[in-house]
């Protein structure tokens, strides 16, 4: 049987990047077995996805801008060789949609899998900027494009997907939600109080401006019980008058490292743009057994029910009475994290979700 061609175009190098690592990434050889020839075509290089996220190094980034434009120049060649064109977020970061136009135009079949509102983002940001120059760069005119002319629109919500479906041409939109190998996540987790309880976060740079909304949270939950704040991320994280610990992200250890929180914090805003956001940490955290505090929003309440598989927050007294309870009852902690990992199972397992890939692409292929 003749191998069917797959151009991937993504921001970013293969493994380090959540939204890619822990959505797609992960099925490349389940879709290979199923008859796929992959390639993967990042806009960012190994050298520019070390400072990107860094101050300074104007150059590099600068250098690594281009070499994202000329990667995509070279891809625009071979597009008509491939069956499928797999976009995630965007073609380029920057500038106009003529490169994404150019895609689609020379592209037999395109899927687009977007994560988050980026597109209500680009807008915000875009109305806000009075350069026109940083106006231009931040065009947000490619995401809706791509939303619209898309052959099928993969969302990383519910309600990002009600949104796409009134843009699509097509009508075709999928919500599929991030997704584990629960089989490395499935540990037996000890729910003591013998130690000092942990209070985890893992995230980026990128989302580091929703850890700093707990920051009053924690200083005044330490006047009222002793915990350990500990940070997995690829930044340095301060807060006076609590014991906190960075440790920088690493695939190798990151399962290691998340096995150490007690409980797991997922805070966000009370804002439109979070409502695209898939709840990738939440469902890191109920894998592995850890009872996870979230804020009422987006996908959260999808995927935690409040005192059945973790909690549910809005007001900053509800974030320090939730944290306090499950720090004191080591036995609230197990009921909670036993009953979201069975949860996490069922519902976000490799199987559970690779299902859900696989008709998207045999739709598209077929139509």
């Known amino acids: ?198 209070i985890g976060w893992t995230g980026t740079y990128s989302s580091k401006e929703y850890l700093e909304l707990l920051n009053q949270v924690f200083l005044k939950l330490s006047k009222r019980v002793n915990f350990q704040l500990k940070i997995i991320s690829n930044f340095e994280y301060h807060i006076s008058g609590i014991e906190y610990e960075n440790v920088n992200w690493s695939l190798d250890n990151e399962i290691e490292d998340l096995k150490a929180f007690d409980i797991g914090v997922y805070p966000l805003p009370l804002d439109k743009w979070v409502l695209g956001k898939s709840g990738l940490k939440a469902i890191q955290y109920m894998a592995l057994g850890i009872p996870c505090v979230a804020t009422n929003v987006g996908t959260a309440p999808i995927l935690i029910q409040d005192k059945i598989n973790g909690r549910l927050v809005e007001t900053e007294e509800e974030w320090i009475d939730a944290l306090e309870e499950l720090i004191l009852n080591s036995e609230l902690r197990r009921q909670l994290g036993k009953q979201a990992q069975i949860d996490a199972v069922e519902n976000y397992s490799l199987k559970k979700i690779g299902n859900m890939y696989d008709n998207v692409l045999e739709s598209v292929i077929k139509n």
């Open 1 to 198: 049987m003749k191998k069917k061609r797959m151009l991937v175009i993504c921001p970013y190098p293969i493994g380090v990047a959540a939204g890619q690592r822990l959505k797609y990434e992960q099925y490349f050889e389940r879709w290979s077995k199923n008859g796929w020839d992959i390639t993967i075509s990042p806009y960012m290089d190994d050298t520019m996805w070390k400072v990107i996220h860094k101050r300074g190094y104007i150059f590099k980034k600068i250098k690594g801008v281009l070499r994202g434009h000329l990667q995509r120049l070279r891809d625009l060649i071979s597009i008509p060789k491939y069956d499928l064109i797999y976009i995630f977020m965007y073609v380029t970061p920057l500038f106009t949609s003529a490169m994404e136009r150019s895609v689609r135009l020379l592209a037999k079949k395109v899927i687009y899998d977007i994560e988050d509102n980026i597109h209500l983002q680009r807008k915000i940001m875009s109305q806000d900027d009075p350069n026109p120059i940083t106006r231009f760069m931040k065009w947000r005119g490619k995401y809706e494009f791509l939303i619209r002319s898309s052959d099928h629109v993969i969302t990383s919500s519910p309600f990002l997907n009600e949104y796409c479906l009134k843009i699509n041409l097509k009508k075709k939109c999928t919500y599929i939600s991030s997704s584990l190998d629960t089989d490395k996540y499935k540990i037996n987790k000890e729910y003591s109080s013998d130690k000092k309880i942990v």
